[in-house]
């Protein structure tokens, strides 16, 4: 059975217009947390360029004042007993603006470390940290020494990543992640195979597309998994629409393929999906109608 306990979210519209507070799941011996870190604005047309005007102005739930999709950016906090593992880890304590031409707009990092405090965990009790790929809102707390320290964050924790990922970290750089930040995570890095269980319950899934080595991580635990699907999606209208790729998508095609693959997967019984940039709507499954429903 699932226990789900939110902290944030009043109706469905504005829960898909903003970020998601701190939401858990308890799936069999292992609690899967989101965690928060920060959001960032997405031009819904650039972002998404297979969608219409029409579309967004028969689904105006889906943004925000300025007329921007809002997307959240944290990471998913996975316990089992004592240990910890995190699921991708935030932009980090930074902000930038919004620039002309850009498909994404504002972007801002910075209260993961806050948020798990709030949870009860420190960093250096992160054993791991599964890394879906290395775009710079998925990598930066991994990067990031902790406050007032020039040791990182996650002092005690490998790096967990798909080897086509890393072993093509130059395209990572030409998207945006400095040299610096790769460097910082390579000490640590260690890397892993299709299906290879990196904590009790959690295996990698490749899922490349988006980036050449994307992966998911599912989830097992009492008979019901998880899939946390990093940037296979963006927003959850791409559940209904699984042939719209964002504008930043590697390799088109496949990306669309591994869509396909995961909305069909998330439709199979006693499957959740966590989509960290789903706005407040983070945790979902695929209803018998092709819609995304929040687990509530």
Known sequence: MTNFVSKSGTGTSDRLRRPAGLRALR?????????????????????????????WAEHPEYL???????????????????????VDAGFGPRSAPAEP????????????????????????????????????????WAAHPAPGSDRPAFTNAEYRIAEPEWSGRHLAEAAGTSAEQLAALAPRVRTAA???????????????GHTVGHASYVISSGGQRLIAFGDAMHSSIQIEHPDWGAAPDHDPVAAADARRRLVAELAEPGTIGFGVHFADVVFGQVAADGTWRPVS
């Open 27 to 55: 799936l069999g011996e292992l609690t899967v947390t989101y965690v928060p870190d920060g959001a960032v604005q997405l031009a819904p047309r650039a972002w998404l360029p297979a969608s219409t005007e029409q579309t």
């Open 64 to 86: 925000d004042d300025s007329g921007n999709l809002v997307a959240s950016i944290g990471g998913l906090l996975v316990e089992h007993g004592d240990r910890a593992l995190l």
């Open 101 to 140: 031409g850009n498909p994404h707009g504002a972007v801002y990092g910075g209260a993961l470390l806050d948020n798990l405090a709030e949870l009860g965990r420190r960093p250096d009790e992160i054993e791991a940290v599964a890394i879906t790929h290395l775009h710079l809102d998925h990598v930066g």
């Open 194 to 208: 299709d299906g290879e269980e990196i904590f009790p319950g959690v295996r990698l899934l490749p899922a490349a």
